[in-house]
């Protein structure tokens, strides 16, 4: 795996590199260059497997790569600016590291890269998208973007178990039972999501086919749903649902 890394700062690089070497031990660096000048210059006669970039380089924004140049390498940002985590994953972003970089963070990334980009998980990323075409399938959300304390983390949709509105507060549960607040409102979050796997159980409540524990019928029509690791004894499906949850069920 052949990396370039963009980074301005001379120690910042030297760690990055450092780190690269302690998790990576088929990473080689094809070089280090602090400007996108550089960059576009280096570019034009070499290529990268990957990239590990900030954002402020010694020029300009190393966005402007992705952009004006259209490089379409996959990168891991390593800044300590979170204000342009957006933009970034509007790319072929892997991940968005926070400064100071940990190491096992960085590990994280690169194996997720790994994951994305072998031969293995690009034959199977192909045969999904090619399963989407021939069905005519919609592309739903396949992330989150959380925040946890000063870090921005990536949280896949296969993760989720569900999500719960609190008043105006909104919160993703992963399977492995984490917590996160997210931006979006179910209202949005509804028409994002696979209704394949997810269903919106009520007013409150969007819930993952794998998170549904127990199903128990109840007055009125109504059905009892229990969500494992939801905290809520009384969660409903309303009787004008009910049929639909039956059969999102029963596929």
Same mark, same amino acid.
């Given at each position: 795996?052949?990396?370039?890394?963009? /980074? !301005?700062?001379?120690?910042?690089?030297?760690?990055?590199?450092?780190?690269? =070497?302690?998790?990576?031990?088929?990473?080689?660096?094809?070089?280090?260059?602090?400007?996108?000048? @550089?960059?576009?210059?280096?570019?034009?006669?070499?290529?990268?497997? *990957?990239?590990?970039?900030?954002?402020?380089?010694?020029?300009?924004?190393? *966005?402007?790569?992705?952009?004006?140049?259209?490089?379409?390498?996959?990168?891991?940002?390593?800044? =300590? $600016? !979170?204000?342009?985590? %957006?933009?970034?994953?509007?790319?072929?972003?892997?991940? $968005? &590291?926070?400064?100071?970089?940990?190491? !096992?963070?960085?590990?994280? =990334? %690169?194996?997720?890269?790994?994951?994305?980009?072998?031969?293995?998980?690009? /034959?199977?990323? &192909?045969?999904?998208?090619? +399963?989407?075409?021939?069905?005519?399938? +919609?592309?739903?959300?396949?992330?989150?973007?959380?925040?946890?304390?000063?870090?921005?983390?990536?949280?896949?949709?296969?993760?989720?178990?569900?999500?719960? =509105?609190?008043?105006? &507060?909104?919160? %993703?549960?992963?399977?492995?039972?984490?917590?996160?607040?997210?931006?979006?409102?179910?209202?949005?979050? /509804?028409?994002?999501?696979?209704?394949?796997?997810?269903?919106?159980?009520?007013?409150? $409540?969007?819930?993952?086919?794998?998170?549904? @524990?127990?199903?128990?019928?109840?007055?009125?029509?109504?059905?009892?749903?229990?969500?494992?690791?939801?905290?809520?004894?009384?969660?409903?499906?309303?009787?004008?649902?009910?049929?639909?949850?039956?059969?999102?069920?029963?596929?």
């Amino acid at each position: 795996m052949n990396i370039l890394i963009l /980074e !301005d700062e001379r120690h910042a690089a030297n760690r990055l590199t450092e780190l690269v =070497a302690a998790t990576a031990s088929d990473a080689t660096i094809g070089a280090v260059i602090e400007s996108v000048q @550089e960059a576009r210059e280096w570019l034009s006669h070499n290529n990268a497997d *990957l990239i590990l970039a900030d954002i402020h380089l010694s020029d300009t924004l190393s *966005l402007e790569l992705f952009t004006k140049d259209a490089i379409t390498i996959p990168v891991i940002f390593t800044t =300590a $600016y !979170d204000e342009y985590v %957006l933009r970034a994953f509007k790319f072929n972003s892997v991940d $968005y &590291l926070l400064k100071p970089i940990d190491k !096992d963070e960085l590990a994280a =990334a %690169l194996k997720k890269f790994n994951a994305q980009h072998s031969p293995a998980g690009i /034959e199977s990323r &192909l045969t999904t998208l090619l +399963q989407q075409m021939v069905s005519g399938k +919609q592309a739903f959300r396949s992330r989150f973007l959380v925040r946890r304390g000063e870090r921005l983390i990536p949280v896949p949709v296969a993760d989720a178990a569900f999500i719960r =509105a609190d008043d105006k &507060l909104t919160y %993703l549960y992963t399977r492995s039972d984490q917590q996160y607040l997210i931006d979006e409102n179910l209202d949005t979050l /509804e028409t994002q999501l696979d209704p394949d796997a997810f269903f919106r159980i009520s007013r409150s $409540y969007i819930a993952s086919i794998d998170a549904i @524990e127990k199903v128990v019928t109840h007055l009125n029509g109504r059905l009892k749903v229990v969500i494992r690791h939801a905290n809520d004894e009384d969660i409903f499906v309303s009787k004008a649902r009910a049929n639909a949850f039956k059969k999102w069920l029963g596929k």
